[in-house]
């Protein structure tokens, strides 16, 4: 490379280069000729090529030609001069890539060196010092060994120097990332030993008198944290003592002397620079509060006015300098307060406000590229940390560390963070803090912004290992790893469980088998010695599981007993964990997602129904991790996976158990998102409508097959289900019968009695297939609506009921029909089936004097026969006096009458037609709502019935433990069930006199009494 030709060019490009031009020049410099002598052959090639795997060869070959010729004015001593320099450039090993390797990051350490040369050396022979030795180094610098220069010098040059050795090591890292935290750590030794020389300084300029205070220095923020950066506010406290025999006052005029002194030593510019601020905004009343003060100052301090900020930052305390003993009683004194602090009212809340204001004070045009503040950066890794260090450590000495990976570490052994999720937060926190120290490094710049100038995006890149498009790729890898720190941090950070853990006290947090017994009988446990059995066999042992559920339980405790049953709760929950426990995401889950495990205490606790359930089927938890897995699915959403899971199985015994798997898990899904809330009445209804259709249309298709192959041949026809009541209106409940017809339609030239027979077949395979034991309740298809109920056939041909309705069907066969909607089977015989029952279902004229009578009597029966005996009319929910056959006898009355000339009316669902009647001003907007308050209250207690006993109800309990349970299910407070009978009284006695007037046409007029 000693001439100027394309060829030298190409080599220097290819070697990573920017200006291959200028380096051929700087190559042929007279500087460089002493180097030249010293290489084999007189070429710089292999140097060339050193150079090639720095942050910046250009920036390398410029500083090496400026540090020579600084050397050249130098003379040439011994140990240092430009013989030694030029022979250890000659020799390939570490020595020489060290040098190198600084000289092409850093043009600030470049300029050091041109100002001091001689610390070439400190750069080649750099290796990892102990903190005491640093330490020591640094006070013997600015005391004896200081020579003719001022302290203050002896200072700068000094620490420069250890920060050249911490340089050349880090730069020269076959792995930065895993080398990052030892780079802090030495980093804020090297601080810490710069504040000791400081304190040494100021002793001396103070003079005698300085030993009647013994000042101790804490350490903040990344110093305290042993984890500091290149170019940093160095953060203290001050703490004084007086010495034996001397007053307070003394020390602590003493102390502020000191301490301002050693400030002023670190941060005044001299000939030699500054080392960087010291500040003390950290400590009680900030910059308006004295510098310095006792322990007991600080105490008492802490103890009555300090902020909940004050005791996250004082997680990174450390004695960092000065008197070691005051230190450590300092942090004695200060620790127990520091970890009570999450017991504070609205910490957590607190802490997350304070995240969100720092973020918020991003200057917009710097938010994308904060690496230090901003979405996803390094303070998101923090306050996560800090804040599960502080909800959590107070029980647990483990995560008590200063060091923000020592503590994630701790927490992911703990079980509080998933291990997955730790080591993504540690990498990405190793590589936003070595991206920081790259771009702080190349000019000793306090910065913690990405660059956006191409050359510097390179330079970065290039210190980061990438070769191929470096400036591309560092923002890449830098953007990645923000969106994988924001993902996180938005789930720990805010998860649910910390708010709810740091309202416990350490004893409840702690749950010892004497803490847990107490904490039972507190939160009202009826079997507190059954529940502390639950509470050992989950948190017994030294597994991650038992330590996560150690974790959950103290908090859980508290959700269990919102609830009217926390015993059963609590049972269940450790059936599910039994059954669960060993899988990879369940734990995880109830941990890290959202209100996980909120919901799936209060559900367990309110539900056995719910429970029941998740029992049978514990996998479906993880509909709780879902961000939307409360949202019921769609018909056509579960038709197509009952479809695909009964398709892939050989029998119909095993298509129908996949089937019904997926009924179980769906109904799961239906019964938390109405005991959370997330569902309303109606929604409840459409979805438990929605389901029982997919599955009745599945087997259905099951059943054809099944009968198909056991008599060789075809069915011949068409079979449609007709949905019927309940089911027919979308206003499905959790103990509401599948009512259904059945009708058959025989393909051309097939012989009607054989479609009959097999279709026949067909209907009593459909229902043996889904009432048998299976995963799921059973679902039990009643057909009794049919013609001629339980004495005509199951199935008829579409003519065969055209015959029926048309020579002796009874008005109350036409009632029924006003809520027929065909639910499974071909859409033209669905239509077919509705165009000859409408014209019956809303008659031309509507009904006849006899017609009403005939609805009003069988009415009257129903309300006589049918009522079981020794039930009370008053609290009977389906058939009592202004339950939920009142308010639909009354709807299906009026669409009988009026639907011919009022359209609005021909719906299938009681509370559309009931709109509709309203809408049309048919009834009036008093009744209306008297109506439909009955019917709403009376199918809500009903299905909350069903989740609370595990079985239905059909009148207002009398036992006030269950009306609770029921009421709490219905979002009313504990303690309210007597309200909610007396409720349901008053709101059935308002629509039985709405019904007597507009069903039975019954004075007086003006229904509704109050």
């Not at 290489?39 to 090496?64: I, N, R």
């Not at 097999?758 to 229902?767: D, P």
Request: hydrophobic share 45%; glycine share 8%; charged share 25%.
């Amino acid at each position: 490379m000693s001439s100027r030709t394309t060829t030298t060019e190409g080599a220097l490009a290819r070697l990573g280069f920017a200006d291959p031009d200028r380096a051929v020049t700087l190559v042929d410099d007279r500087a460089l000729l002493p180097v030249r002598a010293a290489v084999p052959g007189g070429q710089l090639d292999e140097l060339a090529a050193v150079m090639g795997d720095t942050a910046d060869p250009d920036q390398a070959l410029l500083g090496l030609v400026r540090v020579c010729e600084s050397l050249a004015a130098h003379g040439d001593p011994a140990d240092w001069g430009m013989t030694a320099f030029c022979a250890e450039l000659a020799r390939p090993g570490v020595a020489r890539d060290r040098v190198i390797g600084v000289l092409g990051a850093s043009t600030a350490l470049v300029d050091e060196l041109v100002r001091h040369p001689e610390h070439w050396l400190d750069a080649a022979r750099a290796e990892r010092r102990p903190g005491e030795q640093v330490r020591a180094d640094l006070v013997h610098a600015v005391t004896d060994g200081r020579g003719e220069r001022s302290p203050l010098d002896a200072l700068r040059i000094a620490y420069r120097r250890g920060l050249l050795r911490i340089a050349a090591l880090d730069v020269t890292a076959r792995d930065p990332l895993s080398e990052m935290p030892w780079v802090g750590e030495a980093l804020a030794e090297l601080a810490e030993a710069a504040l000791e020389a400081a304190l040494a300084i100021a002793r001396e300029e103070y003079g005698e008198g300085h030993e009647a205070c013994r000042l101790a220095v804490i350490g903040m923020g990344k110093t305290g944290g042993g984890e500091l950066n290149y170019v940093s506010d160095v953060d203290v406290i001050f703490v004084a003592e007086p010495a034996d025999g001397v007053d307070e006052d003394t020390a602590l005029r003493v102390g502020t002397a000191l301490a301002t002194a050693t400030m002023r030593a670190c941060s005044t510019p001299t000939a030699e620079g500054s080392l960087w601020p010291v500040d003390a905004a950290l400590r009680p009343e900030g910059k308006q509060g004295p510098l310095v003060r006792t322990i007991r100052s600080h105490v008492a301090y802490y103890e009555r006015w300090a902020k909940t900020w004050e005791f996250q930052a004082l997680l990174k305390a450390w004695v960092s300098a000065g008197d070691k003993e005051v230190g450590l009683r300092y942090k004695a004194e200060i620790a127990p307060l520091v970890w009570e602090a999450a017991g504070r009212e609205k910490f957590v809340e607190d802490v997350q406000a304070m995240r969100r204001r720092v973020e918020q004070h991003v200057p917009a045009n710097e938010a994308a590229r904060q690496l230090k503040l901003g979405p996803g950066g390094l303070r998101d890794v923090e306050f996560s940390v800090q804040l599960l260090q502080l909800v959590h450590g107070r029980t647990d000495p483990s995560l008590r560390s200063a060091t923000t990976l020592e503590a994630l570490s701790a927490l992911a052994r703990g079980g509080y963070v998933g291990r997955d999720d730790a080591a993504v937060l540690d990498r990405a926190y190793r590589h936003l803090r070595c991206l920081e120290h790259r771009i702080q490094l190349h000019r000793l710049r306090r910065t913690h912004l990405m660059p956006v100038a191409e050359a510097e995006l390179r330079r970065l890149g290039r210190a980061m290992g990438h070769r191929t498009h470096p400036g591309r790729a560092v923002e890449a890898d830098r953007q990645a790893s923000s969106r994988e720190v924001r993902r996180l941090h938005e789930r720990l950070f805010y998860r649910p469980l910390l708010a709810a853990a740091a309202k416990l006290s350490p004893t409840e947090a702690r749950l010892s088998p004497e803490a847990a017994r107490q904490r039972l009988l507190a939160l009202g446990f009826h079997d507190p010695a059954g529940a502390l059995r639950h509470i050992e066999a989950l948190t017994t042992g030294v597994s991650r599981r038992a330590a996560i559920q150690r974790t959950l339980l103290p908090v859980m405790l508290g959700w269990f007993a919102d609830e009217a049953d926390a015993d059963a709760g609590l049972l269940s929950f450790r059936r599910v964990s039994d059954e669960l426990g060993t899988t990879h995401w369940y734990l995880k889950m109830l941990r890290d997602e959202g209100r996980a495990a909120d919901r799936l205490a209060h559900c367990l606790a309110r539900s056995r129904y719910a429970a029941d359930l998740l029992v049978r089927s514990p996998e479906s938890v993880s509909i709780l991790g879902d961000d939307n897995g409360l949202t019921p699915r769609s018909r056509e959403s579960i038709t197509a996976r009952m479809q695909s899971a009964a398709g892939r199985r050989d029998t119909a015994a095993d298509a129908v158990a996949a089937v019904r798997a997926i009924r179980r898990h769906e109904l799961l899904r239906i019964v938390m998102a109405d005991l959370v809330g997330t569902v309303d009445l109606a929604g409840v209804g459409a979805a438990l409508t929605d389901l029982t259709g997919a599955t009745i249309q599945v087997v259905l298709d099951t059943a054809v097959r099944q009968v198909e192959e056991r008599e060789g041949a075809p069915i011949g026809g068409d079979l449609l289900v007709v949905a019927m009541g309940s089911l027919g209106g979308r206003e499905l409940g959790y103990a509401s019968d599948a009512d259904v017809m059945f009708v058959h339609r025989p393909h051309p030239g097939a012989d009607e009695s054989q479609v009959q027979a097999r279709a026949t077949l067909v209907v009593q395979e459909l229902r043996k297939l889904l009432s048998g034991a299976g995963p799921d309740p059973a679902l039990g298809l009643d057909a009794d609506l049919r013609p001629e109920g339980k004495a005509g056939p199951l199935v008829r041909s579409l003519d065969g009921y055209r015959t029926y309705y048309e020579r002796w069907a009874l008005t109350w066969e036409f009632q029924a029909l006003l809520r027929a909607t065909p639910i499974a089977g071909p859409a033209d015989l669905a239509d077919a089936f509705c165009e000859l029952i409408d014209p019956l279902r809303w008659p031309e004229g509507g009904l006849d004097t006899k017609q009403v009578r005939e609805i009003r009597t069988l009415k009257a029966r129903v309300e006589s026969e049918r009522l079981p005996r020794g039930a009370d009319p008053r609290t009977h929910l389906k058939l009592g006096r202004g339950g939920l056959t009142d308010v639909e006898w009354v709807v299906q009355l009026h669409q009988l009458r009026h639907a011919h000339a009022h359209p609005a009316l021909r719906v299938t669902g009681t509370m559309a037609g009931l709109d509709a009647l309203e809408a049309e001003g048919i009834l009036s907007g008093e009744d209306v709502a008297a109506l439909r308050e009955a019917w709403r209250l009376g199918a809500r207690m009903r299905n909350a019935g069903v989740l609370w006993r595990g079985r239905p109800i059909d009148s207002v309990p009398s036992d006030l433990r269950d009306l609770d349970g029921i009421g709490r299910i219905m979002g009313r407070a504990a303690g309210e069930g007597a309200a909610l009978a007396e409720l349901w009284r008053r709101v059935a006695r308002r629509a039985r006199h709405a019904t007597d007037f507009n069903f039975y046409d019954s004075a007086p007029r003006g229904s509704v009494i109050p």
